[in-house]
């Protein structure tokens, strides 16, 4: 079929529904929803669609537009289910399943007949983004193939969806937090309903701010909203029954300001602990930080040290440190996991998890697993940090040289086995990161964008050297050039992915352990560790790594550098979520 999507953004949902509908074998394009009916509208004429569907609106769609096709709208929400706020009010209320409606337009919102609708369980500390990027996508999959296959047989009649009371738009008076009265389960429903927009509106040091993102932090207590602790960037505020960590926050914007932007917490409100007069917890990271005190270690050598515990309230061993970077080791695999909030890596980050990595390689395991448990894998720099440095220029080039080093010690780890385990998407430097390693994993639902170039960059982390090396030049060129997503299938038959691991989110990690263990009991293990030693010896005689280095970061030190580089007012567009004025060409074509 001829299928257009409308959508508010070319987000993670959209993406996912464009790369498996071509999957399909279905052209596919895209149009953004941008607030002009009149241009939208002309724009869906000249594509003439047998099919429109909406994966994500924040506006209705045009009349014009419903009216001459059949369109469906992709309603995170279960059949009945009406209103703006539908998963943020599900992840606040605590519901232990949810659901997913594709649902004719029609002139009322959200009530229109149902083609399709999938349930999915609700995880009990799962925050709404990541819900969204997981089992949710999963389920809103499911549905919109269904309801494709049951518009194209031409014999199915939709159903009436079931009467509900419309949910207004969940607005701040209702997502406030209450730190004297409200438990610490309350606050991290409120704060996981709000983590990646809108945030949570609050107030303390003397400012408004935007809190994104909670985890439980037990053995912290003090003084119900107070900061009591910090840790990887977040910050640890107490509530009257134990405390919370906040990864990020947001200054709100003032009356006639720019935007403001998500950033590591501590950064956000200056930079260390020591702007609150606190001792920082134990931090993951340095050279000579022993991993045992970072996870756990079954099997294999004896741990070699422990860290002390942070402390809390009155002294007591803390046992809810934040840490963004752990490692755990299970017989010979090591498990070097990572999860940093929207997948973007810092300087910092990418140091922290540098110095976890090679930890790791001293440890007595053949093979190391790199890789979170779920959600993304890596979107390379962290765009709001170098936005935030006073230096946006020089901070580029800091965090690319920080994500290059990490890479360079994948790639000269010749003595055991990598594996890159994405739970989830994985876009520009992140995807890049994945091919340093001898295998990557996908879980079925992510999507991988291998390119730089919507951001206006030529990119870094000796991709010149892995990309070519796993698909060929001439398809290594039509994907950084088409800058489009792929499926993990589709990623797959590349080259890009050797093995897609059709699961749920939840259960990614446990899959990808025991897939993990049977590679470090293969009796082709050695031979394999020989020729991975005696290929990278070959590549680095033919040109060495640092060539490849030295030639991706002269395109990029030139771009950083040249204040009317695109890339400057792109990566300012994007922190700031300006509405693009128009569809990219590329999507329009698909």
């Not at 110095?355 to 979107?379: C, H, K, M, Q, W």
């Not at 080039?397 to 994948?410: K, S």
Request: aromatic share 6%; glycine share 10%.
């Amino acid at each position: 079929m001829r299928i257009l999507l409308l959508s508010s953004a070319f987000n993670s949902l959209t993406q996912r529904v464009f790369v498996e509908l071509r999957d399909r074998g279905h052209t596919v394009a895209v149009e953004l929803a941008l607030g002009d009916d009149d241009r939208l509208t002309a724009a869906v004429r000249g594509h003439s669609p047998e099919l429109v569907i909406a994966p994500m609106l924040t506006t209705a769609v045009p009349e014009a537009v419903w009216s001459a096709y059949t369109c469906l709208i992709v309603h995170p929400g279960p059949p009945g289910d009406r209103g703006p706020s539908s998963l943020d009010r599900a992840v606040q209320d605590g519901v232990t399943r949810w659901g997913v409606t594709v649902l004719q337009a029609v002139a009322e919102m959200d009530a229109g007949p149902v083609w399709a609708s999938a349930e999915f369980a609700v995880p009990p500390d799962a925050g709404k983004s990541d819900l969204y990027r997981g089992e949710l996508s999963d389920a809103a999959l499911r549905a919109v193939h269904l309801a494709v296959d049951r518009i194209a047989s031409g014999s199915y009649t939709p159903r009436t969806p079931p009467e509900h009371t419309w949910r207004p738009y969940l607005r701040q008076e209702e997502r406030r937090i209450d730190w004297l009265g409200d438990p610490t389960d309350t606050v991290l429903r409120k704060l996981r309903a709000a983590d990646s927009q809108p945030g949570v509106l609050d107030a303390f040091l003397g400012r408004e701010w935007y809190l994104h993102g909670g985890h439980p932090a037990p053995g912290f207590t003090g003084p119900p909203g107070e900061i009591v602790a910090t840790s990887d960037g977040a910050i640890c505020r107490a509530t009257r029954d134990g405390a919370v960590w906040i990864p990020e926050l947001r200054p709100r914007r003032t009356p006639g300001g720019p935007a403001t932007f998500k950033l590591p917490a501590t950064l956000a409100l200056g930079g260390d602990s020591a702007t609150f007069k606190l001792p920082a917890t134990p931090a993951l990271g340095g050279d000579s930080a022993p991993l045992q005190g970072r996870g756990t270690v079954t099997g294999g050598a004896p741990p070699r040290g422990q860290d002390q515990p942070a402390t809390a309230g009155g002294g007591e061993p803390a046992c809810g440190s934040y840490s963004q970077v752990t490692y755990d080791e299970h017989g010979t695999v090591g498990f070097v996991r990572f999860r940093f909030p929207g997948g973007a890596m810092s300087t910092d980050q990418c140091r922290r998890l540098l110095a976890v990595f090679r930890e790791a390689r001293t440890r007595p395991v053949d093979v190391i697993v790199l890789g979170g448990e779920r959600d993304f894998f890596s979107n390379g720099i962290h765009l709001g940090v170098i936005e935030a440095a006073a230096d946006p220029a020089a901070e580029s080039l800091a965090n690319i040289e920080a994500v290059d080093d990490l890479v360079e010690a994948i790639l000269t780890t010749t003595d055991r086995l990598v594996v890159a385990a994405l739970p989830g998407n994985a876009a520009a430097g992140g995807a890049m990161l994945a091919l340093a390693a001898d295998e990557v994993w996908c879980r079925s639902g992510a999507v991988v964008n291998p390119h730089y170039r919507l951001m206006g960059l030529y990119g870094s982390e000796y991709w010149t050297y892995t990309l070519p090396r796993r698909v060929g030049p001439v398809a290594a060129a039509r994907l950084t050039g088409d800058a489009l997503p792929l499926s993990a299938t589709a990623a797959r038959s590349l080259g890009l992915v050797d093995r897609v691991v059709e699961c749920a989110p939840g259960v990614f990690a446990e899959q990808v352990a025991r897939m993990a263990d049977r590679l470090a009991r293969s009796t082709s293990l050695p031979a394999r560790l020989g020729a991975k030693k005696a290929g990278r010896e070959r590549d680095e005689a033919a040109r060495p790594l640092g060539a490849y280095r030295a030639a991706e970061l002269h395109r990029m030190r030139a771009v950083f550098d040249d204040p009317a580089a695109p890339y400057h007012a792109l990566r300012s567009a994007f922190v700031r979520k300006r509405r693009p004025e128009g569809t990219p060409a590329h999507l329009r074509t698909g």
